[in-house]
């Protein structure tokens, strides 16, 4: 028979706090055994699979030369990065990261714009104002 996980033991497991664990058992979210009124159990294979269909990056461990006693040696580091990351795939992630930075960067101008149509002109900055009753307040306090 299976050991049935608390609360606590699932937050604890998951890394989550004992509250959002409380809120996903309550909507459904995570499987839970309710018991009682306000109890909840979970069963930890449960917990794992959903844990396993909530991923969004399926990864496999890589396999590393190994080097001396089963560590990897430094001289197996450049084979290991040549086989894991090429060059055109380090490339494709500079360029998307460079379109989602400009996507980013027409969205809030775009944003910018609407504001401007709707309230009219931003405020000007009113630093210069600040400076000067700051200063008028240490000269008045001396």
Partial sequence: MEKLMTVDDVAKYLRLNREVVLRKARKGEIPAVKVGSKTYRFYREQVDEWLKSKSTVK???PVYPLGNK?????KDLPS???ETT??????KAATS???RQLRVLKQ???LRAKIERRVGKPLPS???EIRALREERTHRGS
């Avoid at 089963?70 to 430094?74: H, I, Q, V």
């Avoid at 090429?86 to 490339?91: K, R």
Wanted: aromatic residues 0%; glycine residues 8%.
């Fill in 59 to 61: 990864i496999e461990p």
């Fill in 70 to 74: 089963g560590r990897m040696s430094n």
């Fill in 80 to 82: 290991v990065i040549k």
């Fill in 86 to 91: 090429t060059g055109a795939e380090v490339e």
């Fill in 97 to 99: 990261n460079k379109e």
């Fill in 108 to 110: 809030a101008e775009a």
């Fill in 126 to 128: 009113s630093e210069e």
